[in-house]
């Protein structure tokens, strides 16, 4: 038989998505995976079910359906403080997933280098390998997950296409601020360096935290790829609607990419979801609330019980740590989490370059009795699980 491709052999299937699969299969709370369990806004739903019976069951113009780019175009214009070409500067792609590796496919040969922060969102490192790129990692240090800004540089003098900025951070929360953007945007500009962005958690942020779009930093539009999507904003994970927002010249050649590797995102659900891009403020301001008041009501639980965490600043994920229980293997602990303790999590060595086992993530995004559940499970961690 002859062998298959050499490029899938430098990564495993997704450890966040395989965790899903496990908590199903004990029955756990499953807070692995990062999706919400309760519902998209209705009036989302009740456009969906009219789509049903119109006319939107054949492919949307590849590059995503006008109407949903003249809306997404205005509720970005406002957020990034410039004037975006729903005709130009935008793509509408199968998730930010998508969004993401259409980008680093735009931007980099194969051989190139590429900025990541580590810890980083699992999907870089394989869309770094697919796309024939190469990782140079970056530490973000605890508790606030800053950088060094000499080992920033000592990785852009290694003469990188791209940085991958994931703001705010998935895993660890961070919200870069307006100085540490400024840092980065002036070493892109020093060493003339394209940034990606996955900003898929504009819209969760707490207070007194702000986000800052990258492509907004003075001369940063020119060299900033954006990637988002609408699943976290609208908590609609399972439509797969994502998009880039670029200048024209880089667009042109991400609808290529993009058109060849999927043609084009669902067209029913490209047009229900027009309902949520042209919600109003205080849409927003009911997201952060609801989820400000979820952090908080985990977070007490998770102190109550007395484990160390981070506190996320935005998004929706917290790290634990789990030293007191002496696992080597942070993948085998949360195998018997999912088992013993009945609460479903992500290993933290998936999302580390550096040698890290010690920690586990877990999300926010559910139901406050959700929620609850898994705290009452996880009161009884120190019973369930045997300490090494
Ligand atoms: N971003 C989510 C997480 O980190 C998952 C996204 C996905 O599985 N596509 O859990």
């Given at each position: 038989m002859p062998t298959l491709s050499k490029r899938t052999e430098g990564f495993t299937d997704s450890v966040i998505r395989r965790m899903t699969r496990i908590s199903n299969q004990y029955g756990a709370v499953n807070l692995s995976q990062g999706f919400p369990d309760f519902e998209p806004p209705r009036e989302l739903l009740e456009r969906l079910a009219e789509v049903t019976r119109e006319d939107f069951h054949q492919y949307s113009i590849t590059w995503g359906a006008q109407n949903f780019r003249e809306a997404l175009a205005e509720k970005q214009s406002k957020l990034m403080g410039r004037n975006i070409?729903?005709?130009?500067?935008i793509v509408v792609t199968c998730g930010s997933t998508e969004a993401m590796m259409a980008a680093m496919m735009t931007v980099t040969n194969p051989g190139d280098k590429v900025v990541v922060f580590?810890?980083?969102?699992?999907n870089y490192g394989a869309d770094t390998i697919l796309s024939g790129a190469e990782p140079i990692y970056v530490p973000l240090y605890p508790p606030e997950f800053n950088f060094n800004v000499d080992e920033l540089e000592a990785a852009f003098k290694q003469n990188p296409k791209a940085l991958i900025l994931c703001n705010p951070s998935n895993p660890c929360g961070k919200v870069f601020t307006y100085d540490e953007l400024k840092i980065i945007a002036d070493l892109a500009q020093k060493y003339d360096t394209f940034v990606i962005t996955d900003e898929v958690y504009e819209h969760i942020v707490y207070e007194p935290y702000k986000h800052t779009y990258f492509a907004s930093l003075p001369g940063m539009w020119e060299r900033t790829i954006s990637c988002s999507s609408l699943s976290k904003t609208y908590s609609i994970t399972g439509w797969r609607l994502g998009y880039i927002i670029a200048p024209k010249h880089i667009i042109e050649v991400a609808k290529k990419v993009h058109d060849f590797l999927t043609v084009g995102a669902a067209a029913p659900l490209q047009e229900a979801a027009v309902k949520g891009l042209r919600f109003g403020d205080d849409y927003y301001r009911d997201l952060q609330a609801k989820y400000t008041e979820k952090r908080d009501l985990f977070l007490k639980g998770l102190d109550d019980i007395g484990i160390v965490h981070t506190v996320p600043q935005g998004a929706y994920y917290i790290l634990l740590d789990i030293s007191e229980f002496g696992y080597k293997s942070d993948l085998e602990f949360c195998e018997v989490l999912a088992r013993d303790v009945g609460v479903g999590a992500v290993p933290g060595s998936s999302f580390?370059?550096?040698?890290?086992?010690h920690l586990i993530r877990l999300h926010f995004a559910k139901k406050n009795e959700t929620l609850s559940e898994a705290l009452n499970r996880l009161e009884h961690i120190r019973k369930k699980i045997v300490k090494r």
């Open positions: 070409d729903p005709n130009g500067e580590s810890p980083f969102y699992e580390f370059r550096e040698d890290v086992n």
